[in-house]
């Protein structure tokens, strides 16, 4: 019903830019939060930022000062826009959107395929 879709992903040097971008599509009402998360190989999926609605913002430690997320409501969209990246932010980044569903005023959360983001040294 709510599909997200991911781009922006690539290679990038350390110490380079890379930014995400995350589009909700379908039959929504609100998107109330959406959020970034990674996964490294190995590794269990890790919140990296979120935001709500009325844009307010939280980072994971690890990425304070470097990364930063933002949102378009008007679009629903939401970006990542990743500073000075370091090795260790290789990983596979999805989206996450929860929000209401029209008409029967559920509620739902969606994810999105992921992109890679590899960064060298």
């Known amino acids: 019903q709510v599909q997200l879709v991911e781009s922006g992903g690539g290679l990038a040097q350390a110490g380079g830019s890379l930014r995400l971008s995350c589009a909700a599509s379908?039959?929504?009402?609100?998107?109330?939060?959406m959020a970034w998360y990674r996964q490294a190989p190995g590794k269990e999926r890790e919140l990296v930022a979120s935001?709500?609605?009325?844009?307010?913002?939280k980072h994971a430690d690890s990425v304070k000062g470097r990364f930063t997320i933002s949102r378009d409501n008007a679009k629903n969209t939401v970006y990542l826009q990743m500073n000075s990246l370091k090795p260790e932010d290789t990983a596979v980044y999805y989206c996450?959107?929860?929000?209401?569903?029209?008409?029967?005023?559920?509620?739902?959360?969606?994810w999105g395929q992921g992109t890679q983001v590899t960064v060298s040294s």
């Open positions: 996450n959107a929860q929000g209401i569903l029209p008409i029967s005023v559920s509620r739902f959360t969606s």
């Open positions: 379908g039959s929504i009402l609100s998107i109330n939060y």
């Open positions: 935001i709500t609605r009325d844009h307010s913002a």
